[in-house]
Protein backbone atom coordinates (compact mmCIF):
# COMPACT_ATOMS: atom_id res chain seq x y z
CA UNK A 1 0.00 0.00 0.00
CA UNK A 2 1.59 3.20 -1.30
CA UNK A 3 0.32 6.61 0.09
CA UNK A 4 3.43 8.33 -1.83
CA UNK A 5 1.75 11.63 -3.25
CA UNK A 6 5.03 13.46 -4.78
CA UNK A 7 4.37 14.31 -8.73
CA UNK A 8 0.73 13.90 -8.39
CA UNK A 9 -2.09 16.66 -8.75
CA UNK A 10 -5.40 16.54 -6.71
CA UNK A 11 -8.78 17.87 -6.88
CA UNK A 12 -11.05 19.20 -3.70
CA UNK A 13 -14.45 19.55 -4.22
CA UNK A 14 -15.48 21.65 -0.93
CA UNK A 15 -19.15 22.17 -0.64
CA UNK A 16 -19.96 25.97 1.22
CA UNK A 17 -23.20 24.57 3.15
CA UNK A 18 -21.96 23.82 7.06
CA UNK A 19 -18.90 26.08 5.82
CA UNK A 20 -17.26 26.16 9.11
CA UNK A 21 -17.33 22.15 9.57
CA UNK A 22 -16.33 21.39 5.71
CA UNK A 23 -13.54 23.66 6.18
CA UNK A 24 -12.21 21.53 8.91
CA UNK A 25 -12.35 18.48 6.41
CA UNK A 26 -10.70 20.49 4.28
CA UNK A 27 -7.88 21.19 6.52
CA UNK A 28 -7.66 17.53 7.08
CA UNK A 29 -7.24 16.42 3.77
CA UNK A 30 -4.93 19.31 2.64
CA UNK A 31 -2.60 18.63 5.38
CA UNK A 32 -2.88 14.63 4.55
CA UNK A 33 -2.17 15.45 0.61
CA UNK A 34 1.00 17.48 2.02
CA UNK A 35 2.40 15.39 4.67
CA UNK A 36 2.39 12.09 1.33
CA UNK A 37 4.66 14.76 -0.73
CA UNK A 38 1.55 16.27 -2.79
CA UNK A 39 2.89 19.82 -3.31
CA UNK A 40 0.69 22.57 -2.42
CA UNK A 41 0.20 24.03 -5.85
CA UNK A 42 -0.99 20.55 -6.91
CA UNK A 43 -3.81 20.60 -4.89
CA UNK A 44 -6.84 22.50 -6.66
CA UNK A 45 -9.66 23.43 -4.09
CA UNK A 46 -13.58 23.96 -6.34
CA UNK A 47 -16.05 25.54 -3.73
CA UNK A 48 -20.09 24.52 -4.84
CA UNK A 49 -23.09 26.16 -3.19
CA UNK A 50 -24.15 22.77 -1.39
CA UNK A 51 -24.19 18.61 -1.86
CA UNK A 52 -26.01 18.27 -4.40
CA UNK A 53 -23.67 20.60 -6.48
CA UNK A 54 -20.73 18.63 -5.42
CA UNK A 55 -21.12 16.21 -9.17
CA UNK A 56 -21.16 18.55 -11.02
CA UNK A 57 -18.06 20.19 -9.89
CA UNK A 58 -16.13 16.90 -9.70
CA UNK A 59 -16.96 16.44 -13.22
CA UNK A 60 -15.39 19.76 -14.07
CA UNK A 61 -12.26 18.87 -12.88
CA UNK A 62 -12.48 15.35 -14.42
CA UNK A 63 -13.05 16.07 -17.72
CA UNK A 64 -9.53 18.80 -17.22
CA UNK A 65 -7.64 15.63 -17.21
CA UNK A 66 -5.12 16.85 -15.00
CA UNK A 67 -5.88 15.06 -11.87
CA UNK A 68 -4.74 11.75 -10.30
CA UNK A 69 -7.62 11.39 -7.84
CA UNK A 70 -10.66 13.75 -6.99
CA UNK A 71 -11.93 14.40 -3.35
CA UNK A 72 -15.39 15.18 -2.31
CA UNK A 73 -16.13 16.93 0.75
CA UNK A 74 -19.38 18.33 2.25
CA UNK A 75 -21.79 18.04 5.16
CA UNK A 76 -25.48 17.29 5.07
CA UNK A 77 -27.51 17.22 8.42
CA UNK A 78 -30.53 15.84 8.54
CA UNK A 79 -33.35 18.33 8.98
CA UNK A 80 -37.11 17.71 9.64
CA UNK A 81 -37.92 17.02 5.84
CA UNK A 82 -37.32 14.74 3.05
CA UNK A 83 -34.71 17.41 1.34
CA UNK A 84 -31.93 15.18 3.28
CA UNK A 85 -32.44 12.02 1.88
CA UNK A 86 -33.16 13.50 -1.82
CA UNK A 87 -29.58 15.32 -1.55
CA UNK A 88 -27.50 12.79 0.30
CA UNK A 89 -29.12 10.12 -2.56
CA UNK A 90 -28.19 12.31 -5.67
CA UNK A 91 -24.69 13.32 -4.16
CA UNK A 92 -23.60 9.88 -3.49
CA UNK A 93 -24.90 8.76 -6.48
CA UNK A 94 -23.52 11.67 -8.80
CA UNK A 95 -20.22 11.08 -7.21
CA UNK A 96 -20.15 7.68 -8.11
CA UNK A 97 -21.05 8.06 -11.46
CA UNK A 98 -18.43 10.76 -12.06
CA UNK A 99 -15.94 8.18 -11.12
CA UNK A 100 -17.02 5.71 -13.16
CA UNK A 101 -17.68 7.74 -16.38
CA UNK A 102 -14.08 9.37 -16.33
CA UNK A 103 -12.02 6.62 -14.83
CA UNK A 104 -10.70 8.38 -12.07
CA UNK A 105 -10.78 7.78 -8.29
CA UNK A 106 -12.99 9.86 -6.56
CA UNK A 107 -12.99 9.92 -2.59
CA UNK A 108 -16.20 10.26 -0.71
CA UNK A 109 -15.45 12.74 2.33
CA UNK A 110 -19.51 13.79 2.53
CA UNK A 111 -20.70 13.46 5.80
CA UNK A 112 -24.42 12.58 6.38
CA UNK A 113 -25.33 13.08 10.30
CA UNK A 114 -28.53 13.21 12.41
CA UNK A 115 -26.73 16.30 14.24
CA UNK A 116 -24.35 18.55 14.16
CA UNK A 117 -22.24 17.45 17.24
CA UNK A 118 -22.18 14.04 14.87
CA UNK A 119 -20.46 16.29 11.93
CA UNK A 120 -18.09 18.02 13.98
CA UNK A 121 -17.02 14.98 16.12
CA UNK A 122 -15.69 13.58 12.51
CA UNK A 123 -14.31 16.60 11.04
CA UNK A 124 -11.73 16.74 13.52
CA UNK A 125 -12.85 15.40 16.43
CA UNK A 126 -13.67 12.53 18.91
CA UNK A 127 -14.23 10.09 15.42
CA UNK A 128 -11.11 11.61 13.47
CA UNK A 129 -10.94 13.57 10.53
CA UNK A 130 -13.02 12.32 7.27
CA UNK A 131 -11.27 14.66 4.69
CA UNK A 132 -8.23 13.87 6.05
CA UNK A 133 -9.66 10.15 5.46
CA UNK A 134 -11.13 10.51 1.79
CA UNK A 135 -7.30 12.14 1.21
CA UNK A 136 -5.71 9.29 1.84
CA UNK A 137 -8.08 6.89 0.08
CA UNK A 138 -7.30 9.11 -2.40
CA UNK A 139 -3.05 8.65 -2.36
CA UNK A 140 -3.71 5.58 -2.18
CA UNK A 141 -6.25 4.86 -5.29
CA UNK A 142 -3.98 7.61 -7.37
CA UNK A 143 -0.63 5.29 -6.51
CA UNK A 144 -2.92 1.76 -7.24
CA UNK A 145 -4.05 3.29 -10.28
CA UNK A 146 -0.58 3.96 -11.51
CA UNK A 147 0.64 0.81 -10.84
CA UNK A 148 -1.88 -1.48 -12.23
CA UNK A 149 -1.39 0.14 -15.78
CA UNK A 150 2.37 -0.08 -15.21
CA UNK A 151 1.88 -3.91 -15.12
CA UNK A 152 -0.17 -3.85 -18.16
CA UNK A 153 1.70 -1.63 -20.14
CA UNK A 154 5.11 -4.39 -19.56
N1 LIG B 1 -26.42 21.38 1.25
C1 LIG B 1 -25.51 20.74 2.02
O1 LIG B 1 -24.35 20.60 1.61
N2 LIG B 1 -25.84 20.25 3.27
C2 LIG B 1 -27.10 20.33 3.76
O2 LIG B 1 -27.33 19.88 4.90
C3 LIG B 1 -28.10 20.97 2.97
N3 LIG B 1 -29.37 21.08 3.41
C4 LIG B 1 -30.31 21.62 2.60
C5 LIG B 1 -31.65 21.66 3.01
C6 LIG B 1 -32.62 22.18 2.18
C7 LIG B 1 -34.04 22.21 2.66
C8 LIG B 1 -32.25 22.69 0.89
C9 LIG B 1 -33.29 23.25 -0.05
C10 LIG B 1 -30.94 22.67 0.49
C11 LIG B 1 -29.95 22.15 1.33
N4 LIG B 1 -28.62 22.11 0.91
C12 LIG B 1 -27.70 21.49 1.69
C13 LIG B 1 -28.17 22.82 -0.32
C14 LIG B 1 -28.16 21.97 -1.57
O3 LIG B 1 -27.04 21.08 -1.55
C15 LIG B 1 -28.01 22.89 -2.81
O4 LIG B 1 -26.83 23.64 -2.71
C16 LIG B 1 -29.17 23.85 -2.97
O5 LIG B 1 -30.38 23.15 -2.94
C17 LIG B 1 -29.08 24.64 -4.28
O6 LIG B 1 -29.10 23.76 -5.40
Not at 86 to 102: D, L, Q, Y
Not at 128 to 138: H, M
Request: hydrophobic share 50%; net charge neutral; charged share 25%.
Amino acid sequence: LSLDGTGRRFGIVAARFHGAVVDRLLAGAESALLAHGVAAADIEVVRVPGAWEIPAGLDALARSGRFSALIALGVLIRGGTLHFEVIANECSRGIAEVSRRRELPVTFGVLTCETMAQAVARAGGEEGNKGEEAALAALEMASLLDRLRQHRAS
